[in-house]
């Protein structure tokens, strides 16, 4: 008999954490994931889940009130209605199926759910806080997964009615008239998609001097021109929301990011903040285990998601996955995390490539994209000898079934290495992009060159063509030769 109560114990219960959980029983390891609020983390409850439902109603709003589009494939509608109270519960059914489905996929096979605050109480220890008490287990293993939560930045008061983040946006309440959101990054934008569908006006707030600044240059430059400029969204560009005051109105003071004087203050309906997010790490036990959180709270890992204590010394059998590492803050990065270490502690070592995890903001058209934009790919071929970059572009309005969709706008965008063939990230803008991705993704990971790529056969006449395009033009531009 084992001298432990678990061969793993999981803290959290999100992707990452569940993902881990079922990867660690088909390993043959006695489980027990522990989880202090809603089975299923941010991702079910409050983030991607619930953010997609509602966007896929909004979505099937706007493409049914676009009258020109329809009219154009001989398609005429009469007056679009929608009822905001049963698109909210449209998106909370869908949580709640989700976190059942979680849950039951744990029970069957044998996972113990504990419901409490789970904390590190020395080596291979986990204390467990509820409203029964407290109790102490032991684990060979412990993974922390405690994920994270939504950034509010200093002067901003969030009262959860007329100033909120995703948390309470996501159950959408409330239709305002007009709305400011502070953020233009893909929260920010998929939120815009769902307000400006049901009829919002919108105002954006963007403390950097351009929109979108995670995109590669060339997509953000698409983006706005489809999914903000036509869509009347007012934006502001370089500008601090300094002060942002609860009520009605809500009042925003804005602030010129350069020379920090207040340049305007808004009165609006309701604010958004979609600023990013910080990590769930304090009153885990981890600072009495010799870790340092540092200024921003990220959990320290090493290559194999072993916690480091503050003279970077491993923590032994101590792991830590998903938003609260900092790495990628992404549910599929979290799970891909969770099964790295399960792999590692059945004495299979497994490291994550962040650069071939891909990404996606959900918008009406999507945007997607995976590894380097242009610039930073030319920064690290600077950085790395200075080996050639290039990059080829593909649009949608040369596609057959785009054109059929008539849903042309669109641009596809791969960089990549022109004497080896790498590619060195892709990028989509366009009707499915968070699935057209995965193939470029796929191909990265397993170090396929653009030259072998533009040999692959792709369905004609499908959306995929669009890479198919592009890797045939990146084999043209000299790769391999």
Known sequence: MSDFNYDLIIIGAGVGGHGAALHAVSCGLKTAIVEAGDMGGTCVNRGCIPSKALLAASGKVRELQDAKHLNSMGVSVGPVQFDRAAIADHANKVVTQQREGLIGSLKRIGVD?????????GVQKVAVKSDNGEQTLTAKNILLAPGSTPFVPPGAEVDGKTVFTSDHAVKLADLPEWIAIIGSGYIGLEFADVYSAL?????MIEALDKLMPGFDPDIAKI???TLLTPRDIETYKGVFATKITPGSPVQIELTDAKTKEVIDVLEVDACLIATGRIPTAKKMGLEEMGVDLGRRGFIPVNDHL???????QAIPNLYAIGDATGKLMLAHTASAQGMAVVETICDRPRTVDYNVIPAAAFTHPEVSFVGLTEPAAKEQAKENGGYPVKSVRTYFKANAK??????TDGIAKLVFRPDTGEILGAHIFGLHAADLIQEAANAMAQKV????????VHTHPTLSEVLDEAFKRAAGAGAGH
């Open 113 to 121: 759910i504990i419901q409490g605050w789970g904390s590190v109480a």
């Open 199 to 203: 009829g919002c006006e919108i105002t």
């Open 223 to 225: 983006a706005e021109r």
């Open 306 to 312: 072993a916690v480091l204590k503050e003279d970077g």
């Open 402 to 407: 785009a054109i059929a969709e008539g849903e």
């Open 449 to 456: 060159s653009v030259n072998d790529l533009a040999f692959s």
